[in-house]
């Protein structure tokens, strides 16, 4: 078994209200400075302090890189303000749309770069758990998990077929072209092994007694403390005040 980090221990509903305040703080300020320079800091500490620094700063630059470089381009070229930061023949990079650019992309870090570290601090099993306590049917919660683990399960076997086919003797690396080329005949097993796991799953589930509608036990011991308690309104009473102060006073 792996050894919990110090957020990772943390109730999973607990991790979930925090991140989400978190995302709407930086949501409602709208600046792009608190954004950068507080919000994006907190959740790369935090991820240190759970061990997982260079796995999630890898995962977040690289999941949102792409789409804040598009932002960036569209804004800041095809905004309608006058003022010209920079022109070059008929490109004119406009000060306003660089603005807006950033704060836009300074809420996607930090609602993306949020949900991301509650998925790297969190187990998927104990989320399940977590939200059946809460009230949520076991079939509402074996779908939300099998949604969430469908794509690394594809990445998963389309690695292992690459391999299968690179063992045959099937040119798989080189340029575009190649890699395409190679892609499609993945294709096929893919989706046969996919739904040869569904089967497979179906089957398991009745053995179980999945289905059954009784009361279900648990492999493991999963429960809300009192520390739990203390973040989750502590959380919430610093978000009211937030609030208060940034449309009351």
Avoid at 37 to 63: D, R
Avoid at 74 to 92: T, V
Wanted: proline share 2%; with cysteine; charged share 15%.
């Amino acid at each position: 078994m792996n050894k919990k980090g110090v957020i990772s221990r943390i109730y999973p509903l607990t991790k979930l209200v925090v991140v989400l305040i978190i995302a709407l703080t930086a949501i409602i300020w709208g600046d792009y400075q608190f954004g950068y320079f507080i919000v994006v800091p907190l959740l790369i500490f935090l991820a240190f302090l759970e061990g997982k620094f260079v796995s999630y700063t890898k995962k977040m630059i690289g999941a949102m890189i792409i789409m804040c470089t598009f932002i960036f381009i569209i804004k800041g070229l095809f905004d309608p303000s006058d003022q010209i930061l920079w022109n070059f023949a008929f490109i004119s990079v406009k000060k306003a749309g660089i603005e807006s650019a950033l704060r836009l992309t300074s809420i996607i870090f930090a609602l993306g770069g949020s949900i991301l570290l509650f998925f790297e601090t969190t187990d998927l099993e104990d989320l399940m758990i977590a939200l059946q306590k809460m009230g949520m049917s076991h079939v509402s919660t074996f779908i939300f998990l099998s949604t969430l683990q469908m794509i690394p399960q594809f990445a998963q076997k389309s690695k292992v077929i690459m391999q299968a086919q690179r063992a045959r003797g099937i040119e798989t690396e080189g340029n575009i072209l190649i890699r395409i080329k190679a892609f499609f005949p993945t294709l096929t097993p893919l989706i046969i092994s996919s739904i040869s796991d569904i089967e497979d799953k179906v089957v398991t589930m009745e053995a179980r007694a999945f289905s059954v509608e009784v009361k279900k036990t648990y492999m493991q011991i999963l429960d809300i403390k009192l520390l739990d308690y203390i973040i989750i309104f502590s959380s919430l009473i610093l978000f009211v005040i937030f609030l208060v102060w940034r449309y009351l006073i």
